[in-house]
Each structure stands twice: as C-alpha cells, then as structure tokens.
C-alpha cells in the first residue's frame, strides 16, 4: 500500500494551513473591540472595564483567602507549640 501525505499526517496539515490562511484573510478591523478604536465611552468597553474589575476582585480574594489560611495555620501551630 502507498501512503499519501495526507495519510501520514492525518490532513492535519491541510486544516491547519486552512485555518492560518483563513486568519491572514480576515481584516484587522474584525479583531479588534472598540477600546483599541479609541471608542472608550462604548457600552463594550464599559462591560470591559468591569469585568476585568470584577476578575480583579475574584484573584484578589483567593490570595488573601490563601494567605489568611497560611496564618490560621502558622498561629494554630504556635498555639500547639505553647501548650507542649
């Protein structure tokens, strides 16, 4: 049997190469939002701006919630220390 280079490679050349001519195809102008525009006043940008507020506020409270473990623990291991 004669393998092909599609055979080989399972097309996956070809959808990639597809897909990297599709991308180069597309204008600019589609990609971009309107806080790139200048158009900052924009009820996207707006939207924008508070969800990377509010991904902001998430990170915040997982790392205080970590540090604030990290004490409870170093203050309860000083507790145990005391009573031994």
Known sequence: ??????????GRWLN???LAA???AVPR?????????????SPMAKGVNMG???LL???GGVLAAFASFFVYLA????????ET
């Not at 589609?30 to 006043?41: I, R």
């Open 52 to 54: 990377i507020y509010f």
């Open 29 to 41: 102008v589609a990609l971009a939002c309107p806080v790139c525009f200048g158009q900052s006043d």
């Open 22 to 24: 599709l991308m180069l």
């Open 1 to 10: 049997m004669r393998k092909t280079l599609r055979s080989v490679a399972g």
């Open 16 to 18: 990639r190469t597809v």
């Open 75 to 82: 203050r309860r291991a000083r507790a145990f220390a005391d």
């Open 57 to 59: 506020a998430v990170v």
